[in-house]
């Protein structure tokens, strides 16, 4: 089966200025994760949804970061405006159902760089 | 909350010689947990979860763990190692009640480098 693609692989934007990055999860997987991860760090959960309805946001700086998932598949991050800080990975994981049982499948990630 | 901790940014072995990466959990109720690796520039792979049974569990790649319920650890061991192990390490606890949303917490990090 394919995996998650994830686009840009890289992103480089100066700060204030927005980005936004694109998941494509693997068919069928109702669940879907946006995790961050900072250089050093492990990931981070930012938003997690359930088909097209979040369940859990509640770590997602939302001041600044939205995050949509439009018929319950692909999904899409925003950040605007950038910070520094808001440099990391941003990986998008989804899972078939049970983690139990099926755990995540991760895609590569999207590098941002915010100077 | 569900947490983990992995105690060392880096563990250095060997090419041949046994390996650990140590993990330690803190929950309430029956610990969930799994280990993923994550090669440069890649997303992580799963490597081996726990979640009842047998303390000593088989993953992908020859990586094994032991669940020690007494000293709340989880480590991953290999009985001899490669350098084409060396990557980054992660240890993960499910949070969420079971049956409903679950999500994993993810530790800091191990990078694990095997010297031929």
């Known amino acids: 089966e394919a995996g998650v693609a994830q686009s840009p692989r890289y992103k480089i934007i100066e700060k204030r200025q927005s980005v936004a990055f694109w998941c494509n999860p693997i068919s069928g997987h109702a669940t879907l994760y946006w995790y961050q991860q900072i250089l050093g760090q492990g990931p981070k959960l930012l938003i997690q949804f359930q088909n097209n309805g979040v369940v859990d946001d509640s770590q997602l700086p939302k001041d600044r970061f939205s995050a949509e998932r439009l018929k319950g598949v692909d999904s899409t991050l925003k950040i605007q405006p950038a910070k520094l800080e808001d440099s990391a990975v941003y990986l998008c994981?989804?899972?078939?159902?049970?983690?139990?049982?099926?755990?995540?499948?991760f895609g590569s990630g999207t590098r941002l760089t915010v100077v | 909350a569900q947490s983990v901790a992995q105690p060392e940014d880096q563990v250095n072995v060997a090419e041949g010689n046994p390996l650990t990466v140590k993990c330690t959990y803190s929950?309430?109720?029956?610990?969930?947990l799994f280990w993923y690796v994550q090669y440069p520039n890649r997303g992580l792979q799963f490597l081996l979860k726990?979640?009842?049974?047998?303390?000593l569990v088989k993953g992908s790649y020859g990586f094994e763990a032991e669940f020690n319920k007494s000293q709340t650890s989880f480590h991953l061991k290999k009985p001899s190692a490669l350098v084409s192990d060396s990557a980054l390490y992660f240890c993960a606890v499910r949070d969420g009640p079971t049956g409903g949303y679950n999500k994993l917490i993810f530790g800091a990090g191990t990078r694990l480098a095997v010297h031929p």
């Open positions: 726990y979640i009842t049974g047998d303390n």
């Open positions: 929950v309430s109720g029956n610990p969930y």
């Open positions: 994981a989804s899972s078939k159902g049970s983690l139990d049982l099926y755990g995540y499948t």
